[in-house]
DNA sequence: CCCTTTTATAGTCAGTACGACTATAAAAGG
DNA sequence: CCTTTTATAGTCGTACTGACTATAAAAGGG
């Protein structure tokens, strides 16, 4: 890193993508936006822009995270950088250096409220065609790392409102992994880690729809998973 | 993302700062330069340079790396994006933003012999004093990763040369963890992983000093590691 | 109002994995 | 030859998990 003037250094752009999450009718929605201009118009691409010159891009995020969904206040919400994507022709406009994040929200407001009309929309995941960019590659590297944290950490509260049932904790899983799990198992295993989720001590209960009420419960303290919740095994049909 | 025209979009430069670990004598150690000019002149510092304007941030990390431990093929060496760091104040002189990046080495060459004199240097990990910029925090972030990676994946492998014993192999993660492994227990564990390694068939040995002779193994084709090889519960005093 | 359906919760049981430990084998050093 | 050192084999009890059965408490339909 000596002797920066010995070297020619092209300027970048530096850009944000957020791969924004949340849960909605028990389905996955990603916060997309629709390109009206060249080139990609009329793909739906990630919500982003430019970091500014006074900014880190965990602030640039954080800043668009309110801008697009609308929400007056977004510094509870989970944010976690992905990576770099930083691939000469990703943006055949210009060099473009993008540092991607993921965010997950619990519930999902209409996004579009924003008085400087962002006009993103909550897509249901995989239903949105082929995105502009890379934002596929993006879209997909998130949603791996989210499933992936899931086995390790409490993140999947990150989806839940501030009280809700433990079926409901399970549902998020089974939605994010697309895998269905074992309840009495689950449950089990939330309850046996402590700090995972905490009942709520009113006894309070929710009525869903048809069966029992259920307790509520929570999120916890903890942020890891010891030992870790894995997913049931896709070793299924070994090559 | 539309609309490029209509933001003012400052010019940012992009580096790499690289995390080079090898083990050279069961210590971990770490390739660093040191600085011979302001700011942090005589401090030790990260390898890395400026991705230039052709190259995404993986090629121009594997380019610093080929030049900086002076290495002619580093095409298999494991190199992975950390991620990037991007504070405005982190480099005095001008607003760049880093891409990070950890890669390890199994063994050690003395790295400057390259002919561009890139003066890198194998320092023992934790010797150097502060480092340079961000470049401790770096550090600390990349070591974390690898170790957690350690838990499940087959990433051990990549400290070794071509053959090597399961004794080296624990070495491998104790060094890297800073803690003990009970070695059946962890032969057991390697050993029913199916892919993690292989026995060398020739039956061939080696003998290091005093004992008997141990088996000699080679990676195997694997890269998970499931279930995984959890470190020893650090849990020993809880709050 | 009873009975079925639905969901929540409790509990059982066997197989697996793992931590702690003991035992044997094969080399080097004195 | 005996001790030390390292590699390898095996044992035992506990914790965790997957698969499963059973009971409780609500809604809905006849």
């Known amino acids: 890193m000596d002797g920066y003037d010995k070297y020619a250094h092209e300027p970048f752009a530096v850009t944000v993508d957020l791969a924004v999450f949340t849960l909605r009718d028990a389905a996955l929605h990603v916060l997309l936006v629709e390109r009206g201009q060249e080139p990609y118009a009329g ?5 982003g822009g430019f970091v500014q010159p006074d900014e880190s891009a965990e602030t640039a995020a954080r800043r668009e995270l309110a801008e697009e969904t609308g929400l007056s206040d977004v510094s509870g919400l989970h944010l976690e950088q992905l990576r770099t994507y930083s ?16 965010a997950l929200l619990p519930d999902a407001p209409e996004a579009h409220g924003g008085s400087d009309a962002a006009d ?24 791996d790392r989210v499933g992936a944290k899931f086995e390790y950490t409490c993140l999947a509260t990150a989806f839940c409102p501030p009280e809700f049932t433990l079926g409901e904790l399970q549902q998020v899983y089974e939605t994010v992994w697309g895998t269905e799990l074992d309840r009495p198992n689950f449950r089990r295993k939330v309850l046996a880690t402590p700090g995972f989720v905490e009942a709520v001590p ?4 929710l009525t869903g729809g048809r069966g029992k009420p259920a307790a509520l419960y929570r999120a916890g303290t903890a ?9 049931p095994t896709r070793e299924g049909r070994p090559a």
Request: no cysteine; aromatic share 6%; proline share 12%.
């Open 43 to 47: 793909r739906w691409a990630l919500p």
């Open 87 to 102: 691939e000469p022709g990703r943006d055949p406009r210009m060099r473009v250096v993008s540092v991607a994040f993921a």
């Open 120 to 143: 993103a929309r909550w897509v249901p995941h995989g239903t949105a065609g082929p995105l502009a960019f890379d934002h596929d590659r993006i879209l997909a590297d998130a949603h």
């Open 202 to 205: 009113g006894a309070a209960r």
């Open 223 to 231: 942020t890891a998973l010891h030992p870790p919740l894995l997913r």
